[in-house]
């Protein structure tokens, strides 16, 4: 079967230091993926997705950058964090008609 | 831009029945999805329409009419557990999903 993995589940930074979100999916190859974040109380705003290996594609333009070294890896880095980075990131794929959310990762920037 | 709209909060009595609407209109249209997402937790897929229709799976039903741009999420039985937020989420053309801001339900004894 396929799982999804994110980690940390929770992380603390300071505004201005970087940030490095990994997102690896088992049981499935060339999957299609997705970064995601949620603000307090808001909906889910899709912030990169990828079709294959160095294939990414940027939603919104932002301090943040996606890289996927490896087909079945999606990392989510940012040079400095701001205080809006803050939020819940979360990881999906994509198989036929159905996507799948990872565990998440809960960022807060202080 | 994209247009997902849905009610913000629905409270409803344990075994009853709640139906949460969702309207849209986008630039595409690939199927709709409904997910579940309790607080603090992610979204878990509930169902996928992409025909009209009305599909069921146990106490959760999904209906959509793509002429009419119109989903809803129909919920019987409610259970405590059912309390969470319920998303309601676009398949654009590119596989990309667009979301609605939730709808928080509360089940009350």
């Known amino acids: 079967s396929q799982t999804i993995h994110q980690w940390p589940a929770t992380l603390v930074q300071p505004v201005g230091s970087p940030l490095s979100l990994e997102c690896t999916v088992e049981?499935?190859?060339?999957?299609?993926l997705y970064w995601y974040r949620q603000a307090a109380g808001r909906g889910l705003q899709l912030l990169f997705y990828s079709v294959g290996i160095g294939q990414i594609s940027s939603e919104v333009p932002q301090n943040l950058s996606a890289s996927r070294p490896q087909d079945r890896q999606f990392i989510l880095s940012s040079k400095k964090l701001l205080l809006s980075d803050s939020g819940f990131y979360l990881c999906a794929w994509n198989w036929a008609s159905e996507q799948y959310f990872g565990p998440g990762t809960r960022l807060t920037v202080t | 831009g994209q247009n997902i709209d849905q009610p913000t909060e629905m409270t409803a009595t344990e075994g009853a029945i709640v139906q949460i609407n969702c309207t849209y209109q986008?630039?595409?249209?690939?199927?709709l999805f409904w997910y579940q997402q309790h607080a603090g937790e992610a979204p878990t897929f509930l169902s996928y329409?992409?025909?009209?229709g009305l599909e069921e799976k146990g106490r959760f039903s999904s209906f959509l009419s793509r002429s009419k741009g119109y989903s809803y999420l129909l919920l019987k039985e409610l259970q405590m557990k059912d309390s969470a937020s319920y998303l309601c989420a676009v398949r654009l053309n590119d596989y990309k999903l667009s979301f609605g801001a939730g709808t928080t339900v509360t089940v009350r004894a």
């Open positions: 329409n992409v025909l009209d």
């Open positions: 049981g499935t190859s060339n999957p299609n």
């Open positions: 986008t630039s595409g249209f690939n199927g």
